[in-house]
């Protein structure tokens, strides 16, 4: 049961239509099933032929989730863009640190980053960023205080806001000229999973509307992705989308956005990529992907914990 569970949470082969809700749960899953396998190893058991068989016919989709280091270092020069959701600057103090906020411009200030996108950001409480003298913020709510920023070491040409309907999330794009060569670069934020998962995993019996309610988010993403995906399609720019997606990397949502264009961490990452530790098992939420025509020579990481997201960075080159 759980090798078909596998299957259909990454979408080979077959789709379970009434249990839509299984590629949220992909990593887990694919954990479980990595256990079992070893379990069957070590007791030198047949069935892990069949544990085996499938980790071999998932394999590229595996590597979704897990990318093994290469040999050589790609040594070509680039530039770097960090993504990175500050959760509000730990406004409603998440975190007993009061010194958040500094200590997130010093771990951008230590990655040097030539472009940076950050999602949930709280004017009041953001740091200067003194280095990005050039900065665009747009708000995605009434106030006008919290919303996405980019921030950048040189001009931005042209910039403009994504807004999506009935929803405190949202985007913008800025155009800037790297390398003489000009590019779109977006920060997006996209419809939070309003839903308490741990409780929904482990009592889920008791928790149908909870679910109606997930499946109802997931709608209002894939139509987000939608509109985000359509507007990066209508300009001619090399784009690079900077996101917390707010799902997986077997979601509808990021096959529609990653369908013709490159996930940065499958070109270029190491390791698992976890993004968001508010779970109890790994999950890659937060994306750069980027256009067939940049090349991604490096990803990484961030093991920063000053936030419920950590940074990811990639270095690109035309």
Not at 149 to 160: A, H, R, V
Not at 200 to 229: A, G, M, P, S
């Amino acid at each position: 049961m759980t090798l078909t569970f596998q299957l259909a949470s990454m979408g080979k082969w077959f789709h379970f239509e009434m249990l839509w809700f299984l590629p949220l749960f992909c990593p887990l899953i694919s954990i479980i099933n990595l256990l079992f396998l070893l379990f069957w190893i070590f007791r030198a058991k047949w069935p892990f032929l069949l544990f085996l068989f499938v980790f071999f016919v998932t394999l590229d989709e595996w590597g979704l989730l897990l990318q093994l280091p290469e040999g050589e270092q790609n040594k070509q020069q680039g530039f770097k863009v960090l993504s990175y959701n500050v959760r509000l600057f730990n406004q409603f103090n998440w975190i007993n640190d009061g010194q958040i906020p500094e200590k997130i411009q010093a771990e951008i200030n230590s990655l040097d980053p030539d472009v940076v996108c950050l999602q949930e950001y709280a004017q009041e409480l953001a740091p200067e960023f003194s280095d990005y003298p050039y900065q665009y913020f747009e708000s995605t709510v009434s106030n006008g205080n919290l919303g996405n920023i980019i921030l950048s070491k040189t001009p931005i040409l042209e910039s403009g806001k994504v807004e999506f309907k009935n929803s405190n999330s949202g985007g913008i794009y800025a155009d800037l000229e790297i390398e003489k060569r000009r590019f779109r670069f977006f920060s997006i934020h996209f419809e939070s999973l309003s839903t308490n998962f741990k409780e929904t995993l482990v009592d889920w019996q008791y928790n149908v509307n909870e679910f109606q309610e997930l499946k109802k988010v997931l709608e209002v993403q894939n139509k987000q992705v939608q509109l985000i995906d359509s507007v990066a399609q209508s300009t001619q720019l090399p784009v690079v989308i900077c996101m917390d997606l707010n799902n997986n990397a077997f979601s509808n949502s990021y096959q529609q956005l990653v369908s013709n264009r490159k996930d940065a961490f499958v070109q270029a990452g190491t390791g698992i990529g976890t993004t968001y530790s508010g779970l109890l098992f790994p999950l890659r939420i937060d994306f750069i992907i980027v256009s067939q025509s940049i090349d991604v020579l490096d990803f990484k990481t961030s093991k920063a914990k000053l936030s419920d997201h950590r940074p990811i960075m990639a270095i690109l080159a035309n």
